[in-house]
């Protein structure tokens, strides 16, 4: 039993950072809310049957924070949302494309295209609602 435990979790640790590597997509997803600027739950139809729900930020691109930030950090990301929210408008179903693990547990990175409007990082980004983000530290919103 103790070498079963053992195989599984060495198997389970070799398979973790190849996955972290790859992307998948594309998927279409049903939105089921934005949570901030940068950061949308969906459903996405990853196989004829099955649907998988994640909470899925924007790869690429930083938008303020709506909470634990100064106030005009807080203003700013709230807008952030409104954005993403409006952009996003009615559409019943959005395209995912280049999804992969994040470093948080249970959030993943990739890109949302909106039929009729495009990608919703790049919309951001010319609104200047957000910055390209590829890590390290983000830096300031207010001055």
Known sequence: ?????????MALAWSVPAMASET???YEADVIRVIDGDTVVVAAHVWPG????ISLRLDGVNTPEKRRAPECEKILGRKAT???TSFIGSAQTVRITGVHLGKFAGRALGKIEVPGKGDLGSALLAAGMAREYHGGHRGPWCK
């Not at 039993?1 to 979790?9: E, L, W």
């Not at 099955?50 to 729900?53: I, K, P, S």
């Open 24 to 26: 998948f997509g594309p």
């Open 82 to 84: 409104a954005f993403t």
């Open 1 to 9: 039993m103790r070498r079963f435990i053992f195989t599984a979790v």
């Open 50 to 53: 099955l649907t998988q729900t």
